[in-house]
């Protein structure tokens, strides 16, 4: 499942600089707000799922290389941030929807590592 | 003639596209910025030109344009620059049958040109505000000196980044090979870190260093990747639990990474405790932000080979973390042990 087809299927919000996210592939997916919790469990190339929207999940999406940072229950991260991921090369989208919610889309969409 | 004006696609406006950025393009893209800036127009400019005078027919002109299929020429006095006769005023000149008139009579005698000392972007800017494809360059005398494209710039900022990727190649072998070029009993390369207490927003700077320090060393990703989790984490602890931050120490040698932090309080009263998972003493301030979930220091313990822990109450606390680096064998800790994240909490 590559990353444009994910923000098309989920109708997700691209908050940092577009690219061609149907070159990047999601692999699995993990989900915390907790971001110790992320640094151990999220893999290169995951989708993670937050409700945490402030600076330091651009540092540890960096960190870990996940592929894309999903933002639920519109939490909108500050324009720092956002000038942080683009900086970094990390991904930002968001969604009104509840992290349960775009967990299990995901899943269906057959995101499931 | 001139392609018919069309909205300039995605890829134009955002460029760059085809792949994720990674530090390094984001760094590139700011150096192409930094080029446009360094590069002069006569560094890129084509410098042998086609010229007419102002008394050439232009059917000669023509003859010009057809051999060299260019859509201009610039008009030439004296070496002085005078004119341009584009393709534009030979159809006017069609129009009237009139290809036996001199290029003065056609010619456009007011001519946007760029100095061959500015530096590329007036050139770009020029090239946006005029919507021109190609513009003559002069020197501080007006004497025509060359004609720049936009391809000409794009061939330009390629050459120059390719010197500096050369530039970066030879940097990381060099550094890669910093242990084996450098006899000592004990080689040890030191990268120290400042950790202010409560700067959240400088938060994982540090430890993204220290990832970029490792890949430019030659380290295995695998290893970097439980450095940068471990110290990331010790970055984190100096943030939110230090009363005036610390220090963040990375020792590198051939056989092994130590990671080090330092601080002068307030200090830990259970040094047992704080490797139990969940244990935490965060303030309900930092949970929210996603910290104190108390798998900092767990996770530590899982990245790294060695972990010690020291601390007086009211003196400050020192952890000490080694990644043993094996002998060619990618991703097995000294212990024998494949390492791999755990995603149990």
């Excluded at chain 2, 009579?105 to 946006?128: C, G, L, N, W």
């Excluded at chain 2, 330092?262 to 969940?278: H, K």
Aim: charged share 25%; proline share 4%; glycine share 6%.
């Amino acid at each position: 499942m590559n990353l444009q087809q994910i923000i098309d299927q989920l109708t997700l919000t691209v908050l940092t600089e577009p690219r061609d996210f149907a070159s990047i592939t999601a692999t699995g997916g993990y989900s915390s707000d907790l971001l110790s919790c992320v640094m151990a469990g999220a893999k290169k190339g995951f989708i993670w799922t937050t409700l945490q929207a402030h600076l330091n999940i651009v540092a540890v999406a960096a960190l870990t290389e996940v592929a894309a940072v999903i933002v639920t229950e519109n939490a909108q991260p500050d324009a720092a941030s956002i000038a942080k991921a683009n900086q970094q090369g990390v991904v930002l989208l968001s969604t009104p929807q509840p992290t349960y919610e775009v967990n299990g889309k995901l899943w269906e969409l057959g995101v499931r590592n | 003639m001139c392609p018919p004006a069309r909205p300039p696609t995605e890829q134009e406006i955002h460029g760059r596209h085809g792949r994720p950025i990674t530090d390094q393009d984001a760094h590139d893209i700011s150096r192409v910025e930094e080029l446009s800036y360094d590069l002069r127009v006569h560094e890129v400019m084509t410098a042998d030109v086609k010229t007419a005078t102002p008394d050439m027919p232009l059917a000669k002109v023509l003859d010009i344009l057809r051999v060299n299929r260019i859509s201009g020429l610039p008009v030439v006095e004296d070496e002085k620059l005078i004119g341009i006769l584009s393709l534009e005023d030979i159809v006017r000149a069609l129009q009237k049958n009139d290809l036996a008139a001199h290029t003065s009579q056609y010619m456009t005698r007011e001519v946007v040109s760029v100095a061959s000392y500015d530096s590329i972007v007036a050139a770009i800017r020029t090239f946006t505000e005029k919507q021109l494809g190609r513009l003559p360059v002069v020197d501080e005398n007006q004497k025509l000196v060359g004609m720049i494209t936009k391809g000409d710039i794009t061939r330009g900022i390629l050459v120059a980044l390719q010197k500096d990727y050369k530039t970066e190649e030879v940097r990381r072998y060099r550094a890669s090979h910093l242990f084996e070029d450098i006899i000592s009993e004990r080689t040890t390369l030191v990268l120290r870190y400042t950790i202010k207490a409560g700067d959240f927003t400088q938060g994982g700077k540090a430890s993204s260093h220290i990832k970029r320090a490792l890949l430019r060393l030659g380290a295995d990703p695998q290893i970097t990747r439980r450095c940068s989790i471990a110290v990331y984490e010790a970055e984190m602890n100096l943030i939110i639990h230090t009363t005036n931050g610390g220090i963040l120490k990375l020792e590198v040698e051939p056989h092994r990474i130590t990671m080090s932090a330092t601080d002068d309080g307030p200090g830990i009263a259970d040094t047992e405790m704080v490797f139990q998972p969940g244990y935490s003493t965060a303030t309900e301030q930092v949970r929210e932000m996603g910290f104190g979930a108390g798998m900092g220091l767990v996770n530590m313990k899982r990245c790294v080979d060695e972990i010690k822990l020291e601390s007086t109450l009211g003196k400050g606390s020192k952890l000490v973390m080694r990644i043993f680096i094996p002998d060619q064998t990618v991703g097995v800790s000294r212990n024998g042990q494949t390492y791999e994240p755990s995603t149990n909490h």
